[in-house]
C-alpha cells in the first residue's frame, strides 16, 4: 500500500501507520472496508489488502455478490482462482466453486433457514484456512489473506445478530492464525449499520472516489483512539 500524506487526528502520542501495520502483520487483523464506489476501486482495494505475489501468501477469497468465474479480477496480478495457494468460496445462488475443497460447498438456497446457510458458509472458510494451515505445517503472520466480497446479502437475508456471531467466529479463526481479512460493506460510512458493525473489527478503512480521481482510502483504528483516530492514505 502506498503510504503518503499519512495524518491522525485525536489526542496523545499518535503511532505511525508503519506502526499500525506492523502490528496487525505480527498479531493478525480483521478490517472492515466502507464506502459506495466503483467495482473497479473495490477490486483495487482487494488486491491491495489480498497482499503482494512477492511474498508467499494462502488467500481465502468469499463471494456472497460475485459469481465465481469473476474472481480473478479481485486476486493481485499474477494470481489465478486455479493457483493450489488460492481457495475460492461461492456463497451466490447461481453458482458454487471452491478450489481444493475435499467438500462440496453449500449455498442459500440448499438449507431450512437463512442462518442455516450462514453456519455452512462459515464452516466453509474454517475448512479453508484449516487446510492452508495443515499443509503450511503452521502459517506465518500475515501470511493467510482472507477477503470477504460483500456482507450486503448475509444482512439482508439473516438476523443482524446471527451476522455478527458469524463474524466474531470468523474473526477469531484469522487471528488465531495471525491472517489479515477484510470485509466489503458499500454502503457510506454514514450508514448507521457500519456504526454498529464497527466494533467487531481491528480497524475500518473508508474508501471514498471523486469525478474519477483516485480514490482516498481513511483507515480508522479505534485501539488507539476510540473516537476520531484516523490514518489518511
Known amino acids: 500500500m502506498r503510504s503518503a500524506g499519512i495524518s491522525f487526528r485525536g489526542g496523545g502520542r499518535s503511532p505511525t501507520f508503519h506502526e499500525v501495520l506492523s502490528d496487525f502483520k505480527r498479531h493478525g487483523c480483521n478490517i472492515l472496508v466502507t464506502g459506495r464506489v466503483s467495482e473497479t476501486t473495490t477490486n483495487r482495494t482487494t488486491m491491495q489488502l489480498l497482499g503482494a505475489t512477492t511474498q508467499e501468501r494462502k488467500r481465502v477469497l468469499v463471494l456472497t455478490d460475485t459469481l465465481a468465474r469473476y474472481a480473478n479480477s479481485k486476486l493481485p496480478g499474477g494470481t489465478n482462482a486455479d493457483d493450489p495457494d488460492v481457495w475460492v468460496i461461492d456463497w451466490g445462488d447461481d453458482e458454487r466453486a471452491v478450489s481444493r475443497s475435499v467438500a462440496t460447498p453449500s449455498k442459500p438456497g440448499e438449507f ?120 489518511q492514505l
Open 112 to 231: 431450512a433457514s437463512p442462518e442455516e446457510s450462514l453456519r455452512a458458509l462459515r464452516s466453509d472458510i474454517v475448512t479453508a484456512v484449516s487446510f492452508f494451515d495443515e499443509w503450511a505445517d503452521g502459517l506465518s503472520p500475515s501470511e493467510l489473506r482472507l477477503s470477504f466480497d460483500s456482507l450486503i446479502k448475509p444482512l439482508e437475508h439473516c438476523e443482524q445478530e446471527a451476522v455478527e456471531r458469524f463474524l466474531r467466529t470468523v474473526r477469531a479463526l484469522v487471528r488465531g492464525v495471525s491472517g489479515m481479512a477484510h470485509y466489503h460493506l458499500p454502503v457510506p460510512d454514514s450508514n448507521p449499520i457500519v456504526r454498529e458493525l464497527t466494533p467487531l473489527f481491528d480497524a475500518r478503512v473508508e474508501l471514498r472516489q471523486t469525478n474519477g480521481l483516485v480514490p482516498e482510502q481513511r483507515w480508522h483504528v479505534p485501539e488507539y483512539d476510540q473516537t476520531t483516530n484516523w490514518v
